[in-house]
């Protein structure tokens, strides 16, 4: 899976990461990653809802994997923090 | 699957909830589901992922469901609301 077909979830309004998967799949994907970290994994089940309910009828959520991924903090602390894939595709 | 072997992710520390789910197959379980809705999403996964990482390493996260559930908010609303469900196993 290329990188280009992975949309990665922030902290802006779901609805501009909806768009960033609905103009992959209108620009010729067969397949998009959603994916996010830590608090942002609410917001990456928003998105693939609503891009399957109102946007793209026939996308499927294929697979869906979690993970854990350590990063250093401030300090060279290390911190787990959650992952969630989103495999997704028409 | 019954009711019984589902751990319903709430607003408490995660930690309590991976108490729940370990006691859940430390009573002989070989199923638990985890279940969340909302912004409790994203402590669902933590609360799979502390689980099979640092407490029941044998536990494996079988499958992952999304859904959209409409709820009837104040004044008769309807609001959509994302949940999962994490189904482990060990």
């Known amino acids: 899976m290329a990188e280009e077909n992975t949309v990665f979830i922030g902290k802006k309004p779901a609805m501009n990461y909806v768009l960033a998967v609905v103009t ?3 620009s010729g994907s067969n397949e998009v990653i959603v994916k996010a970290r830590g608090r942002s994994i609410s917001r990456a089940v928003d998105v693939a809802e609503i891009v399957r309910n109102r946007f793209i009828q026939d996308a499927k959520v294929k697979d ?6 350590e990063l250093t903090g401030e300090e060279g602390r290390k911190v787990n923090v ?3 894939e989103i495999f997704m595709t028409k």
């Open 24 to 26: 992959q799949f209108n």
């Open 82 to 84: 959650s992952s969630i």
């Open 64 to 69: 869906i994997q979690i993970s854990t991924e």
